[in-house]
């Protein structure tokens, strides 16, 4: 394609070049055939003027006084080859013959004592016309700086078009080697004008598209990781329930792995429009108190437990939507890892959020699909260009949170 284009670019400018070139030559050949006529119209126009001044001052037609110009008082008088061209009533003329002459013909109507007469001015030019003599002796010349022009401007189109064509063809070449998951940067993006623009649209594009592959791999990943712990939890209850009938214990299980399905859609959704939330400034406190207001409505958990150390405000710089479903899922952590008599702290110091729950000794650890999903909350953290650490302990389980301080 590269190549095409220079090429019809080439052929474009070299056309024109030529074009150029022989319309110039044309117009010049033209420029100098109207003088040559102009001159010699001129001349008989002057001995037009003397013959009749001279028909008035001595009554007769007197021969010209010019070696080319030869006066005849009556239409017969004229050359054979002149009177085979010209009719009668033709004021002038010009005429061309075989044998080398070339004569200008110019009829002239004088009133002589009362009377009309016409007689005829009948010129040879042939020694006068310059540009045929010129194309015999100067031709070859003319020709060959004709010829030396039209290459240079071929060389100069064939340059022009290989350095105008090489910015698109340096861009084709590396959109052509770019793979998957490679860097996308393009030499060209820093050039002004409307090739510089179309460098950086495409590096926009290709980035956008890089990111919408891996946004769509993540989410295949996810969506095969973390729905198998509670589909396999529901399957498993099911199964059960043939046999025998759903007791109490299995319909929480059921209910369960249903919360946590719900749960992990919810995250694997935003996580995949993370790129199109827009980012804003967000008051982590209320989010934090909303969070804890939903804790208290879906768990049977006693609020006496919580101690809570936050400023007044805490404006941080992040998603509201993101925000929310980190600090719901870390809450539910908390109580999932501590059970329902568990103390929970929640504490912000030194730029990081600190919650942590306590872990009665003794017990197991337990594991749960979407709880304990820290694959998930990482990517929740990292969407927002925040950081996140889980740190499990015998007694106590903490999550600290350092999130991007608002501007």
Not at 188 to 213: K, S, V
Not at 239 to 256: D, F, K, R
């Amino acid at each position: 394609m590269a190549k095409s284009i220079r090429r019809r670019l080439f052929a474009a400018l070299a056309g024109f070049a030529v074009l150029l070139c022989v319309c110039y030559t044309g117009l010049a050949l033209v420029i100098a055939y109207v003088t040559e006529d102009m001159l010699v119209q001129h001349l008989l126009e002057r001995e037009a003027a003397a013959v009749s001044q001279r028909l008035q001052q001595q009554g007769e037609l007197s021969p010209s006084g010019s070696d080319l110009i030869t006066v005849y008082g009556r239409y017969l008088d004229l050359p054979q080859v002149v009177r085979e061209q010209v009719p009668p009533t033709a004021p002038r003329a010009e005429v061309f013959t075989t044998t080398g002459q070339h004569y200008h013909v110019l009829a002239l109507d004088i009133v002589a004592d009362g009377t009309r007469q016409r007689c005829y001015l009948l010129a040879d030019v042939a020694p006068v016309l310059v540009v045929s003599r010129l194309a015999q002796e100067v031709g070859g010349v003319v020709l060959g700086v004709a010829l030396a022009l039209i290459g240079l401007a071929l060389l100069l189109a064939y340059w022009l078009a290989r350095r105008l064509v090489l910015p698109l063809q340096r861009l084709a070449r590396e959109a052509r080697a770019l793979t998957a998951g490679s860097a996308v940067h393009f030499s060209e993006r820093d050039r002004p004008d409307e090739i510089g623009f179309l460098a950086r649209r495409l590096e926009t594009t290709f980035a956008e598209l890089q990111a919408a592959l891996r946004r769509e791999h993540a989410f295949a990943r996810d969506v095969s990781h973390e729905l198998r712990t509670p589909l396999t939890l529901m399957h498993n209850t099911l199964a059960l329930a043939e046999a025998q009938p759903l007791t109490a214990q299995g319909q929480v299980q059921l209910q369960q792995g249903v919360d946590d399905m719900r749960a992990t859609i919810e995250v694997l959704f935003a996580l995949a429009r993370a790129e199109q939330l827009p980012g804003d400034v967000v008051e982590l406190r209320s989010c934090m108190e909303q969070c804890l207001l939903r804790l208290l409505e879906e768990w049977a958990w006693d609020a006496s437990l919580l101690a809570l150390d936050l400023p007044e405000r805490l404006d941080v710089a992040g998603n509201p939507q993101l925000v929310m479903l980190l600090i719901n899922n870390c809450l539910a952590n908390a109580l999932f890892h501590g059970g329902p008599d568990c103390r929970i702290s929640i504490a912000f110091a030194q730029g990081s959020l600190h919650i942590v729950n306590t872990v009665p000794a003794g017990q197991p650890r337990r594991v749960q699909g979407f709880a304990h999903g820290q694959n998930l909350l990482l990517r929740l953290a990292q969407a927002m260009a925040w950081e996140i650490a889980f740190h499990p302990g015998e007694s106590a389980y903490r999550v600290v949170i350092v999130p991007v301080p608002a501007q």
